[in-house]
């Protein structure tokens, strides 16, 4: 009884917050638009888009985190929000990056291990004068951020973190195409088919777009969509190159993994594997309560002295990596 106990707060803990976000929304800090371009080989010059936020203390930040959104989400998703509030209050600003495509505006869609749209972000301009950068991702957006801690692109970055990140591509899309996961699957499907449908907009896309909308499937998705556009031989071999649970060992800085046992669409037997033997960069934590992405307000992970609540505790985890 006890594990069925925890599954149903999992699932609560995840829609939850992501109903509340609906029905009285997390407001975001005040905030500049931001945006920076990248050349990509197979569509040219690419607009990136997101928010900075500036701390607003006596002395300008020397910091900043760049927060990802998971598969489907965008800048504006609960958890993002969050995130911007806890870096100011740390004394950090805060970047929520949209990756390609997700602002509904873009050429272009992104995969799991597309760690080129961070680097771009990293590099442009605007984020020329800081001393310490961090990566903090959600879901699919912590799988990208561990993905990008196997080959930095630049010298600031001083840790990353990831939040209910798959580590194994194969398996937790398995997990979310199950049946048991179709609320789901349709909900993260509904924001990719945006993506995809705007992006048949201004282009030429490597599957029709009545196909795309026809997937009930996040394999289906990539088989349709992301195997033709990065040029990967099959979906196996799209799993099978990129996911970062068997490669984690190859982390250049350090990295947070957290996963939540009753996760109801990363679940915790997906994991376990990957978080065995970890190298001394790589610090991986079970989180007890919570679900995908949605934790009480008091989480404690027994990582420092920062504030309570899961965002201000990764923050303050990776700032003591500085």
Do not use: N
Not at 72 to 83: A, E, N
Not at 232 to 245: E, N, R
């Amino acid at each position: 009884m006890g594990q069925v106990v925890k599954q149903l707060f999992g699932h609560l803990w995840t829609i939850g917050p992501s109903l509340r976000h609906r029905a009285r929304p997390w407001i975001a800090p005040p905030a500049e638009s931001w945006s920076t371009t990248l050349e990509d080989p197979e569509v040219g010059t690419l607009e990136l888009r997101g928010a900075l936020h500036r701390h607003q203390g006596p002395q300008p930040a020397r910091g900043l985190c760049v927060a990802i959104h998971g598969l489907g989400g965008s800048i504006d998703s609960h958890y993002m929000i969050r995130t911007a509030r806890a870096a100011l209050a740390a004394g950090l600003d805060c970047l929520r990056l949209a990756l390609r495509g997700a602002d509904r505006l873009g050429a272009d869609f992104y995969h799991a291990a597309l760690t080129a749209d961070v680097e771009a972000a990293l590099r442009s301009p605007a984020l020329a004068g800081y001393r310490d950068l961090y990566v903090l991702g959600y879901s699919l957006g912590g799988h990208l951020a561990l993905s990008h801690a196997l080959a930095p692109s630049d010298a600031r970055l001083r840790a990353v973190a990831s939040v209910c990140a798959p580590l194994d591509l194969a398996a937790a899309g398995a997990a979310i195409d199950h049946p048991r996961a179709a609320v789901y699957c349709g909900h993260v499907l509904s924001g990719l088919k945006q993506i995809y449908t705007e992006v048949a907009r201004r282009r030429p896309v490597p599957t029709p777009l009545a196909s795309v909308l026809r997937v009930q499937t996040i394999r289906a998705w990539d088989r349709l969509a992301v195997v033709p556009r990065f040029g990967f031989v099959s979906v196996d071999h799209y799993y099978q190159s990129v996911s970062i649970g068997p490669r984690l060992a190859g982390a250049q800085v350090p990295a947070l993994v957290l996963s939540a046992r009753a996760d109801p669409m990363i679940p915790a037997l997906t994991i376990a594997p990957h978080v065995e033997r970890l190298p001394e960069l790589v610090t991986h934590r079970w989180l007890d309560s919570g679900g995908h992405v949605g934790f009480p307000g008091g989480l404690q992970l027994g990582l420092g002295e920062a504030p309570r609540g899961l965002a201000a505790q990764v923050l303050g985890w990776l700032q003591q990596q500085a």
